[in-house]
Structures are given as C-alpha cells and as structure tokens.
C-alpha cells in the first residue's frame, strides 16, 4: 500500500529538518528518510566534531603557554586522546539525539529510518514502505571521495568519517588535498 503526504524529504543534513519544520507548520504532512545517522556530514563527521578535537586541541596549546598568561599549571600537560574522542563523541550525540528526537515528535511529521530509493517522479521506496508526494525535497548532501592515486589501496588511508574513530595521537599525519577541510 502507498502511503501518500504532501512532502518527502530525503536526508536529514543542514536544510531537511528546518523544512521539514516549515512545511508541518504550513499544515502539510511530511515524510522524512534518514538512511544513517540524523544530522548528516555537520552532526557526525563534519564541522561539530572536528571543531570539538580543535576546541581539545586549543586548551591543551593554553594550558602548555599557561606561563605566558601569568598561569601556573604545575607538573606536565598531557593529552588523553580517548578522553579527547569520548567528548567529541558526547557532543555529536546530543546533537544527533537532539534532532532525531525533533523530528519524531513533530506533529505533522513521520520519520523513516532506511535508504530511499524512486520508484517514480512521485514514489520514493523504504524498505518495505512505499511513499508518494507531489513534492521529492533531495537532501542527500555528500560524502568523502577517494582519489584513484596509485599506490593509496595498499596503504592506510582516513576519510573525515574514519578519521572521527582515531582515539590515539598518530605519530605522523600527511594530508593530502589543501581545501578548507584538510586546512
Ligand atoms: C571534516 C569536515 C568539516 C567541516 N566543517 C565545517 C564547518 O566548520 N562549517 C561549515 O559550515 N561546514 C563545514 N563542513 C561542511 C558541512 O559539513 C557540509 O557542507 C554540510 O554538512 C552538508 O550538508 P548537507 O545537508 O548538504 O548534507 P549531509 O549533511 O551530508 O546530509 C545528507 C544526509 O542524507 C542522508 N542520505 C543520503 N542519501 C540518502 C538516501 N538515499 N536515503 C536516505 N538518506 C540519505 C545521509 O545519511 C545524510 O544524513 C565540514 C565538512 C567536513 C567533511
């Protein structure tokens, strides 16, 4: 049977949860389908957990120039890289708990949990669930490419997703590309 609303939103990264507000409270029923973690790139494997490890970063850099402030800080300043992970891991996840929990609550609102595939212009299917609306908003966002160079298969590489499980200091780091992510 087709369930039938007057939006589907595919993913739920920067701009599915905010419309997905706008149109509820327009009075139009919304479908929303999330494949993997609510928040998207942001929440989970971009700007808020990087910017938590260099929030980490930052206090250990004070803490080791504290006498340059007119601080004592007695004994060594050490970092503990799984403490470091765990934080950063807390703060994602009140995100990700934050919104998922907005959009399951949200009168007007019905959350899939599954990857969308059209079926139609107007049919997206969820697993077992088969969705139609007049309006397909696609928020399916991005994810991490990795370059055909030779060489890069037989050694270890990190995407900005497997890099968010490293609960160690890497002894040597190289980067490889000069955007505003590696940067
Ligand atoms: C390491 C890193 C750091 C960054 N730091 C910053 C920063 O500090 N400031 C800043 O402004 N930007 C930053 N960015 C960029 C920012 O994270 C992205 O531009 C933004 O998150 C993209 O949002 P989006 O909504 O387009 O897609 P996404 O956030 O990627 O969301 C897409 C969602 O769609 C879901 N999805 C995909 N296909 C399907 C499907 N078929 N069915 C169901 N669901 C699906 C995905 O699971 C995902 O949840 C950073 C990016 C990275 C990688």
């Known amino acids: 049977m087709t369930r039938t609303f007057d939006a589907i939103i595919i993913g739920t990264g920067q701009a599915g949860p905010p419309l997905a507000g706008r149109l509820t409270r327009s009075g139009m029923t919304v479908a929303v389908i999330e494949r993997k973690s609510f928040g998207g790139t942001c929440v989970n494997t971009g700007c808020i957990p990087t910017k938590t490890l260099v929030a980490s970063a930052e206090a250990?850099?004070?803490?080791?120039?504290?006498?340059?402030?007119?601080?004592?800080?007695?004994?060594?300043v050490s970092v503990d890289m799984k403490k470091v992970k765990a934080r950063?891991?807390?703060?994602?996840?009140?995100?990700?708990?934050?919104?998922?929990?907005?959009l399951k609550t949200m009168s007007g609102c019905t959350v899939f949990e599954g990857h969308a595939r059209f079926e139609s212009a107007r049919e997206v299917?969820?697993?077992?669930?088969?969705?139609?609306?007049?309006?397909?908003?696609?928020?399916?966002?991005?994810?991490?490419?990795?370059?055909?160079?030779p060489g890069l298969d037989t050694v270890g590489y990190l995407t900005n997703s497997s890099m968010m499980e490293v609960d160690f200091l890497p002894r040597h780091l190289a980067i490889i590309g000069g955007s505003y992510v590696s940067l």
């Open 125 to 149: 299917r969820v697993g077992e669930e088969l969705l139609s609306a007049p309006r397909i908003f696609i928020n399916a966002g991005g994810r991490a490419i990795v370059p055909d160079m």
């Open 60 to 76: 250990a850099w004070f803490a080791r120039r504290a006498n340059d402030f007119g601080v004592e800080v007695c004994g060594q």
């Open 88 to 102: 950063k891991d807390a703060v994602s996840a009140k995100s990700r708990v934050g919104l998922e929990t907005w």
